[in-house]
T-cell receptor, first 114, second 115 residues
Framework: GDSVTQMEGPVTLSEEAFLTINCTYT??????LFWYVQYPGEGLQLLLK?????DKGSNKGFEATYRKETTSFHLEKGSVQVSDSAVYFC?????????????FGKGTKLTVNP | DTGVSQDPRHKITKRGQNVTFRCDPI?????LYWYRQTLGQGPEFLTY????????KSRLLSDRFSAERPKGSFSTLEIQRTEQGDSAMYLC?????????????FGPGTRLTVL
């Protein structure tokens, strides 16, 4: 079935460090891909998305590129801030099925220290 | 606030009791989803509604679980005869549902603890 695998955390970085969180997926066809973020005490929020191969999603300095050759959607940010501390979830919506249900990875907790 | 709301935010119950959660989606969002998130895991799909019709249920949704969305507005999720394994965060999300890959807007969740 469809699944998402993302790097295990926790990840701890210093402010202004470079961030990469790896995400790979297994799906039939070409799914839509998403990164959701969950800040402490808050609900899940969409961070960015890409709906077809080679699309780059970007938001708040974060970027991810849909790579069909490697079935990957790695999240990157050039310079993290303390306020980026959160749990990040990679997710997909399968192209087939019609329900548009999200399939999530396990999440990666990021802590950024000043 | 026009976001997705869920009630209650926290529920503690004893094993064997019934519980009911409510979700109010964003106004005019046709699709409503329920997910369950256990500690250290990503959310898992439970069921979804297109307007008032429940169109898909996950195998995770045992016979003790039932969901409704009367009149296509708010939704309720009921768990009968709760078990300790039901302890989790229950998330609700809504989306307009008209465009492929639409963003799903999530509520804050209801955290259930079964003693």
């Amino acid at each position: 079935g469809d699944s998402v695998t993302q790097m295990e955390g926790p990840v701890t970085l210093s402010e202004e460090a470079f961030l990469t969180i790896n995400c790979t997926y297994t799906a039939t066809g070409y799914p839509s891909l998403f990164w959701y973020v969950q800040y402490p005490g808050e609900g899940l929020q969409l961070l960015l998305k890409a709906t077809k191969a080679d699309d780059k999603g970007s938001n708040k300095g974060f970027e991810a590129t849909y790579r069909k050759e490697t079935t990957s959607f790695h999240l990157e940010k050039g310079s993290v801030q303390v306020s980026d501390s959160a749990v990040y979830f990679c997710a997909l919506i399968p192209r087939q099925g019609g329900s548009e249900k999200l399939v999530f990875g396990k999440g990666t907790k990021l802590t950024v220290n000043p | 606030d026009t976001g997705v709301s869920q009630d209650p935010r926290h529920k503690i119950t004893k094993r064997g009791q019934n519980v009911t959660f409510r979700c109010d989606p964003i106004s005019e969002h046709n699709r409503l989803y329920w997910y369950r998130q256990t500690l250290g895991q990503g959310p898992e799909f439970l069921t979804y509604f297109q307007n008032e019709a429940q169109l898909e249920k996950s195998r995770l949704l045992s016979d003790r679980f039932s969901a409704e969305r009367p009149k296509g507005s708010f939704s309720t999720l009921e768990i009968q005869r709760t078990e300790q394994g039901d302890s989790a965060m229950y998330l609700c999300a809504s989306t307009p549902g008209q465009v492929l890959g639409n963003e799903q807007f999530f509520g804050p969740g209801t955290r259930l603890t079964v003693l």
